[in-house]
C-alpha cells in the first residue's frame, strides 16, 4: 500500500474492511503504547487504523524509535468519525490495531516447560478486567513466565488488554483450571500464611493469589504446597490485586542477580 500523511488515504477503504473482516476473531490494541509494545514482542498485527497518523509517527520518533519503520508502514489514516465508529472508546493517541492471538498450544507449552527461569503468576477467579490487564503488564515487566487465570475472567477480553498497554504478548495468557496449573511449588498468598520475607522463592514457582473479594478458593488452598503473607499493618484489610503481586514479584527478584533481563 502506498501510504501518505493525508486525512483520507487512497486505501483507507481497504484498510477498513480488512478491519471489519478481522475484529471480531483478533486482539484489539488500544492506544499507541498497546501497539508498540506488541510490536517489539513479535506480535502478528495485520491493520491499525489512526485519525493522526503524523502524530503516531511523531510518537514513534519520541518514544519508540526501535518501531518508527513498522509503524510506518502500518498505519493507514481513516477520518475520525469513521475510526470512532470502529473503536468507540478509541485511546487519546487516536490509534487502534487488530493483532493475532497467540496459539493457546504454544502458550501451554511455554507455561508447562520445566526448568523456568522466572515463576508462573496465578490469579485466582479473579472479577475486575483493570487489575487482571495491570498484572499481566507488572508479570511481563518483572520477565515472569506467564499469567494464568481460574474462573470465568477472560484474560484476553479488550478491557483486560486496554490494562495491559499491550503487553500480553510479552508472556504467556491463559486461562486455565486449577487442576490444570502449570507444574511447580505453589506459593499462595494468604493473609494467615507464613511472611514471604522468610522465604526465597524458586524460579519455577507458581504464585497464586486470590480473587479481590473471597480470597484463594478452597481448591487453589487445596492445591497450595506453601501458604505465604505479605507485610501488612495491623487493622489494614488487604491491598490491591496488583500491588500484592507486584510485590511478591520484586520479593523473588530482588534474590537474583542484577543486571537485564531477557
Known sequence: MNRTDGA???DSEGAVRVWRGLADTSVLLDGFHAIKHALRFGARVPVALT??????????????????EALDGLVVQVPDERLRVLVPRLHPTAVAALAVRPAREGNLAALGRLPRTAPVVVLDDPRNLGNAGAVIRLAAGFGATGVVTTGTLDPWHP?????????????AVERMDVAELPPGPVFALDAEGEDIRGLKLPDHAVLAFGSERSGLSAALRERADHLVSLPMRPQVSSYNLATSVGMALFHWSAGRPPGPEA
Open 8 to 10: 483520507d488515504q487512497p
Open 51 to 68: 485519525s493522526d497518523r503524523a502524530g503516531v509517527l511523531a510518537l514513534a520518533d519520541d518514544l519508540a524509535p526501535d518501531v518508527r
Open 159 to 171: 478491557t483486560v488488554v486496554r490494562g495491559g498497554a499491550g503487553l500480553h504478548f510479552a508472556t
